[in-house]
């Protein structure tokens, strides 16, 4: 059935270390992939977004491609801040406008 | 900017109680959303309506029911509480459920323990 797995956190890095948590996704078609943030106390709220092959969301210097090749949508950012503290949660939506969600990924950015 | 409340930011019950938890989206739209957020589970759908009146079951909707009699509200019921169900509830909304519609606006959640 339709999932997404992501990397299993916490993940923890220094300030201005480069960033990668992975993200693929077993659907039927092209859906269009997300990349929603929750802050510390938050609700969530879009980071990025892809809707067809190839595409590049990007916001807030975070970027993810979509790999149609690989069914993947790994956000990337260059350098982390401690303000990027959050969890990171990758979905899709499926062929019945669901959303389908990932686990989560705590990151924590250490100053 | 869209705006999500929820009647509560945490709530305590006891087990059997008959739960409420309100949600209000202000920006007219017409889809919306209630999730149960659990750790290492990420987000799963409880129930869904895409107009006033019309729900539609998600991926777990046994012990809940929900109610939507205006576009702006979406209220879910816990008939029974139990301790199973203490968890995150997390209310959305989205103008459509098609690109480039379906941007989903969370609320900030409820935390909810049944004790």
């Known amino acids: 059935g339709d999932s997404v797995t992501q990397m299993e956190g916490p993940v923890t890095l220094s300030e201005e270390a480069f960033l990668t948590i992975n993200c693929t996704y077993t659907?039927?078609?092209?859906?269009?992939l997300f990349w929603y943030v929750q802050y510390p106390g938050e609700g969530l709220q879009l980071l990025l977004k892809?809707?067809?092959a190839d595409d590049k969301g990007s916001n807030k210097g975070f970027e993810a491609t979509y790999r149609k090749e690989t069914t993947s949508f790994h956000l990337e950012k260059g350098s982390v801040q401690v303000s990027d503290s959050a969890v990171y949660f990758c979905?899709?939506?499926?062929?019945?406008?669901?959303?389908?969600w990932g686990a989560g990924t705590k990151l924590i950015i250490k100053p | 900017d869209v705006k999500v409340t929820q009647s509560s930011r945490y709530l305590v019950k006891r087990t059997g109680e008959k739960v409420f938890l309100e949600c209000v989206q202000d920006?007219?739209?017409?889809?919306m959303f209630w999730y149960r957020q659990d750790p290492g589970l990420g987000l799963r759908l409880i129930y869904f309506?895409?107009?006033?009146?019309?729900?539609e079951k998600g991926d777990i909707p046994e012990g809940y029911s929900v109610s939507r009699e205006k576009k702006e509200r979406f209220s879910l019921i816990l008939e029974s509480a139990s301790t199973n169900q203490t968890s995150m509830y997390l209310c959305?909304?989205?103008?459509?459920?098609?690109?480039?519609?379906?941007?989903?606006?969370f609320g900030p959640g409820t935390r909810l323990t049944v004790l």
């Open positions: 959305a909304s989205s103008l459509g459920l098609a690109i480039p519609y379906n941007e989903q606006f």
């Open positions: 920006m007219d739209h017409e889809n």
């Open positions: 309506s895409y107009d006033v009146k019309m729900k």
């Open positions: 659907a039927t078609g092209y859906p269009s």
């Open positions: 892809a809707t067809k």
């Open positions: 979905a899709f939506m499926d062929s019945n406008y669901q959303l389908i």
